[in-house]
């Protein structure tokens, strides 16, 4: 995962959508670091073919585009729900430093496309995912080249099982 991320992890996570080969696509993050630092992004992509597709997509302006397209109610609740599953996976009594915002810890709009995409791919119900996912798999899009990276990842099927370091 090291590699995948670039760095060591530092704390806790799960691969919860490989490829069919067992690839690691995202992992879903602890809330907190191994230090305590709240973690507001919950869910990651780590492939790298589609981390590279969708910055090309923010490159190209998809960040305002996204916002621009994305109904705002929709993606309000999308936060709200990403938030809330979040925090509920902290434990009751947890009294110090805790993640705030939704999606890539932002509580309003879009900062990163590659979040919202790996929740979505996660089964997490993501308006921006989804339009990102929509312009990964457009034959007219500048990800057209990726298209097969956005077919090969099985959306929603997710695997529970202890990330390792």
Same mark, same amino acid.
């Given at each position: 995962?090291?590699?995948?991320l670039?760095?060591?992890?530092?704390?806790d996570?799960e691969?919860?959508?490989r490829?069919?080969?067992?690839?690691?696509?995202?992992?879903r993050?602890?809330?907190?670091?191994?230090?305590? #630092?709240?973690?507001?992004?919950?869910?990651?992509?780590?492939?790298?073919?589609?981390r590279a597709?969708v910055?090309r997509?923010?490159?190209?302006?998809g960040?305002?585009?996204?916002?621009?397209?994305?109904?705002?109610?929709?993606?309000?609740a999308?936060?709200?729900?990403?938030?809330?599953?979040r925090?509920?996976?902290?434990?009751?009594?947890?009294?110090?430093?805790?993640p705030?915002?939704?999606?890539?810890g932002?509580r309003?709009?879009?900062?990163?496309?590659?979040?919202?995409?790996?929740?979505y791919?996660?089964?997490?119900?993501?308006p921006?995912g989804?339009w990102v996912?929509?312009?990964?798999?457009?034959?007219?899009?500048?990800?057209?080249?990726?298209?097969?990276?956005?077919?090969s990842?099985?959306?929603?099927? #997710?695997?529970?099982?202890?990330?390792?370091?």
């Open positions: 995962m090291a590699e995948l670039g760095r060591p992890p530092q704390g996570f691969v919860v959508v490829r069919a080969g067992g690839e690691p696509v995202v992992i993050n602890a809330a907190l670091l191994d230090d305590g #630092t709240p973690m507001p992004t919950r869910f990651w992509l780590v492939d790298p073919a589609l597709a910055g997509l923010e490159a190209a302006g960040v305002r585009r996204a916002e621009a397209e994305v109904d705002p109610a929709a993606l309000a999308a936060h709200d729900r990403y938030r809330d599953e925090d509920a996976s902290l434990a009751p009594d947890h009294w110090g430093p805790r705030s915002g939704g999606v890539g932002t309003t709009g879009v900062k990163c496309l590659h979040a919202h995409y790996a929740w791919l996660a089964g997490g119900d993501d921006v989804a996912d929509a312009r990964l798999r457009d034959p007219s899009s500048d990800a057209t080249r990726h298209r097969i990276c956005a077919d990842v099985p959306r929603g099927t #997710t695997v529970d099982n202890r990330g390792e370091r």
